[in-house]
């Protein structure tokens, strides 16, 4: 019914527009016909999503602020990362070079604070230097095997079906073999290089990895926010890199702080066993040589077996740090 009419006393009638055609008569002529979801483009709408984002990372900063043990973690690595930034400019020189009389031991020469080892080379030197080998050789490792890690993962429990079955099976392939011996054949049949460690350490963290995202990427895609972007239509790539990946990676993230620690050791354990790039000094290495005269100057070993404990424990502690703030069982305590 377009229009309404009231009846007067002299028979005529008045005619009255619908109250929607009123109130519409005030809208401006070039509003569109048909606006889809304007409510999403609103001001406010913006402002409360982003602002509830700002206030999500806010929050778990301060939880992780919060972990003394955390804090103490981050201070620790920060001076292991600094060590290794500025270790060229300290010691310019080859930290492989000898510099003075061998077995100098700490304090005895002010001119090299920590002693020197058996060939005369200042340890000082070499642990400043063996720390940039060290966080170069964890950091890279593990953004290797995470990527190949998360990209694996991320098929097998998206699609799921045969695709998921054979991805689990070349999974469990590496995951029979040690990974320390594999690592070891890996590096012994290729030059023992700084690029050969870090592909080898690599190879054998990514499965744990995979198998992580993947059952993250099982529960993710079942939920309410996932199947309504499949009903929109979206893409198998959007669904992946902007649905679930986002929702995946608190879990990932604390994983790849153990990672590095780990990639950590197994570049000592190489350098150890003298399976390391001979030209660049390492903390395993140092140990290495430093273990023929371990009783008759232990500093040669403890000193760089120190450098090792602290970043390796200022690594866990990053992580559970990381786990208590990212962790969803503990929102509802935040």
């Known amino acids: 019914m377009n229009s309404q009419k009231l009846a007067t006393l ?29 409510h999403i483009h609103a001001p406010d709408v913006r402002a409360s999503v982003s602002g509830t984002a700002w206030r999500g990372v806010r929050r778990e900063l301060k939880v992780f602020l919060g972990n003394y043990n955390a804090v103490f973690g981050t ?41 020197t080892d058996s060939m005369g080379r200042d340890v000082l ?47 469990e392939i590496f995951q029979t073999i040690p990974s320390f011996v594999l690592l070891v054949v890996l590096v012994a049949i290729a030059q023992p290089t700084t690029a050969t460690v870090t592909i080898a350490i690599a190879i054998v963290s990514w499965p744990t990895v995979a198998r992580l995202t993947r059952a993250e990427f099982r529960t993710i895609r079942e939920k309410d926010y996932v199947q309504a972007a499949r009903s929109l239509g979206f893409g198998h790539s959007r669904i992946i890199f902007r649905e679930i990946l986002p929702n995946a990676l608190p879990p990932l993230i604390v994983t790849s702080s153990v990672m590095v620690a780990s990639a950590i050791l197994m570049e000592s354990a190489l350098s150890f066993m003298g399976l390391g790039d001979p030209n660049r000094v390492s903390w395993g290495s140092m140990i290495g040589a430093g273990r023929d005269v371990i009783r008759t100057a232990w500093y040669l070993t403890a000193l760089p077996g120190l450098a090792i404990v602290f970043t390796v424990l200022s690594l866990n502690l990053i992580g559970d740090g990381l786990n208590d703030a990212l962790n969803p069982r503990f929102s509802e305590d935040r």
């Open 10 to 38: 002299d028979g005529r009638s008045i005619g009255f527009a619908p109250q929607a055609k009123a109130e519409g008569s005030q809208i401006s002529p070039e509003a569109p016909k048909h606006p889809r979801w304007t």
């Open 75 to 115: 201070a620790i690595l920060l001076l292991v990362a600094l060590s290794a930034l500025f270790a060229s400019l300290v010691y310019p020189g080859d930290p492989l070079e000898m510099v003075a009389r061998p077995f100098l031991w700490p304090g005895q020469n002010p001119a090299y604070p920590l002693g």
């Open 125 to 171: 030197a070499g642990i400043l230097h063996g720390a940039r080998i060290s966080l170069t050789v964890g950091l890279a490792a593990t953004a290797l095997g995470l990527t190949a890690g998360i990209a694996i993962g991320a098929v097998a429990g998206y699609f799921g079906g045969l695709i998921d079955d054979i991805l689990v099976k070349f999974i």
